[in-house]
């Protein structure tokens, strides 16, 4: 096999199918970790001070430590624990094992939330305290308040951070590699070339992988970013 056959004869589809893997990890993770942001976002703007104390042990604890040691700690001892708690509350059966895409997703999604978590307090934050006053004279219901005023402009305030983490996202999920039951695009290229010795090639294929997406990336969030600058108020 030649130097340019093996990428494309012996291990194409291999990459093509190690590429879907890695969007799929990276699109399912960032939503996760949208939810955790949302939630941890409203627990440090919380008028309680236990939630706050919460969101801020959460924020601190993922930020302080390696993402690779927390996706670690979620597959060998977060998997475990839940699914012993699933069998001792009845809600699985004997011998019930989480599905490896689910904690890798979780795990993931858990530690980006993190950082989603300060972008949207600091969004939310930068909306001119007037805006808010006005809309409790007005009396507008909560779900108005936050539909009409609250979530454009802070979607507006928040697109450059929440860009960048989706920018991480795609990178972190290279991080599943290491666990070895994973064949993302990152993975497929290592073994590619510990096989072909075309260290060259391979490496070059993944890295513009990544190359690709973070540029397709970048052309949405501008796009994007267009959009929604009409519905910014200052």
């Not at 980006?112 to 600091?122: D, F, H, K, P, S």
């Not at 979530?151 to 450059?160: D, F, N």
Request: charged share 10%; proline share 4%; hydrophobic share 55%.
């Amino acid at each position: 096999m030649s130097l340019w056959e093996a990428p494309l004869g012996g291990y194409g589809m291999q990459l093509l199918l190690g590429l879907r893997l890695t969007l799929q990890v990276s699109l399912c993770s960032y939503t996760v970790g949208l939810v955790f942001g949302l939630l941890g976002a409203a627990a440090k703007l919380s008028h309680r001070r236990s939630l706050r104390l919460g969101a801020g042990l959460y924020t601190t604890l993922v930020r302080a430590l390696p993402e690779l040691l927390l996706v670690l700690l979620a597959f060998y001892i977060g998997a475990g624990l839940a699914e012993r708690l699933a069998v001792f509350a009845g809600l699985a059966p004997q011998g019930f094992s989480l599905n490896p895409f689910v904690v890798a997703v979780v795990a993931l999604g858990f530690i980006q939330g993190a950082y989603i978590t300060e972008v949207l307090r600091a969004a939310v934050l930068a909306i001119p305290r007037g805006q808010h006053d006005a809309a409790r004279a007005l009396n507008l219901p909560p779900l108005t308040y936050l539909g009409r005023i609250v979530a454009p402009q802070a979607l507006t305030h928040a697109l450059g951070g929440l860009g960048n983490i989706w920018l991480n996202a795609t990178k972190d999920a290279s991080l599943i590699s290491v666990l070895g039951i994973f064949s993302d695009v990152l993975k497929v290229s290592s073994l590619a070339a510990a096989a072909t010795k075309h260290y060259v090639i391979f490496y070059a294929v993944a890295g513009a992988a990544f190359l690709i997406i973070t540029l397709i990336s970048m052309a949405l969030l501008e796009w994007l970013r267009r959009r929604l600058m009409p519905l910014h108020v200052t």
